[in-house]
């Protein structure tokens, strides 16, 4: 087994049962079946909970829990969850059940943590079972939106003692945000089943509270490790210069690279300067696939046969220094077979886009693409 990502509370845990769920109507529809059968505690934390259908379907399912005794604590970014007013949790309060937008404030306006995201996607249930990944709450994450079509994402549920990891980062952002009805660390809220699974892992969160860059630290950790294949899936690639000198010296020592954006934009800034660090990518010999099977937005990674990552962060300089983020780092040769196994269907409905292909197109499209690079540091 390759080494572990260094990082003060990344502890590894051994054995856990890992199921890597790639459909968003397979994934909600087993997460709220656990929800369902909560007996203690359900806590929520999402980037985006949207007040359409799947929002609302989570939302009344919470409230019936709430109702029956269970304790509800709900996180999501104010940012990420726009259009959603707090009132839409009044229902939930008053069943006894709490929810806050992550680091509340008073006014955005003279709040200078506006740009600062709680990107995180974690959802623990009686402190036994955990999900993370890149999936949101939100009807086109069910592909229910025309604008993306298909939505092609990766989230892990989690049973054994990686569910610790996933369940402390709640109660430290719990208690961030909740300064009326903080959280104390205590064993009723960590009740670990053990599992006869396969799976060694770190749970890796990193933000703007540690310039530490836990997770840049893990993806060049595992880049500078890989001696055959290096297989990543990011909505975004807008590297540091760390980063891009990593794949670069990783390409050019031989190792498979390849590299999964989307064929379309969800922010065309963002987008046009993902298609920039692309082209200089292909150009040293990172091979650029586009995936045009409706819309994709995993962030996970492939190394060798036996080491993997999936998690909310994508491979830019946000997710690397502005928002808080979770990864899980996963150490076992079936979950990383099985990802990989996932990239290659993928591929099979992707265009694989040469540097040649990225000189083809208009002078104006270049344009846009040079020019949003410059905002790099900021998108």
Known sequence: MQSTIESDQAFLTRNNRVHIISDGKVLFH?????????????????????????????????????????????????WGSMGVRPKFYDPLRASGGEAYPFLQTRSAIVDFRLNFRDHRKIVVIDGAIGYTGGFNVGDQYLGRKEKF??????????????????????????????????????????????????????????????????????????????????????????PDDSVLDALRVAAGSGVDVRIMIPS??????VYRATEYYA????????????YRNGFIHSKTMVVDDG?????????????FKLNFEVNAFLYDPKVTAELAKLFEADMRVS?????????????????????????????
Do not use: C
């Open 351 to 379: 265009e694989l886009t040469t540097y040649e292909t990225f000189a083809q197109q208009s002078y104006w499209r270049k344009f846009k693409q040079i020019f949003s690079r410059l905002l790099s540091p900021i998108l």
């Open 30 to 78: 087993q997460m709220f079946e656990d929800i369902e059968q909560a007996k203690q505690s359900i806590h929520i934390e999402f980037y985006t909970i949207y007040n359409d259908d799947i929002g609302n379907e989570l939302l009344r399912l919470l409230i019936r829990k709430a109702e029956a005794g269970v304790a509800v604590r709900v996180l999501y970014d104010s």
């Open 279 to 290: 082209k200089q990518l292909s150009r040293n010999g990172v091979k650029i696939f586009k």
């Open 149 to 238: 079509g298909y939505w092609r994402d990766t989230h892990l549920r989690i049973v054994g003692a990686g569910v610790y990891g996933l369940q402390s980062r709640f109660i430290r952002d719990w208690n961030a945000t909740s300064r009326t009805k903080p959280l104390n660390v205590t064993n009723d809220f960590f009740h670990i089943t053990k599992v006869k699974g396969e799976t060694n892992m770190q749970i890796v969160s990193s933000g703007p509270d540690s310039d530490k860059e836990q997770i840049k630290m893990g993806y060049l950790r595992l880049i500078n490790s890989a001696r055959k294949r290096l297989w990543i899936q990011s909505l975004y690639l807008i």
């Open 264 to 269: 379309k934009p969800d922010h065309a800034f």
């Open 307 to 319: 080491v993997a990552s999936v998690g909310s962060a994508n491979l830019d300089f946000r997710s």
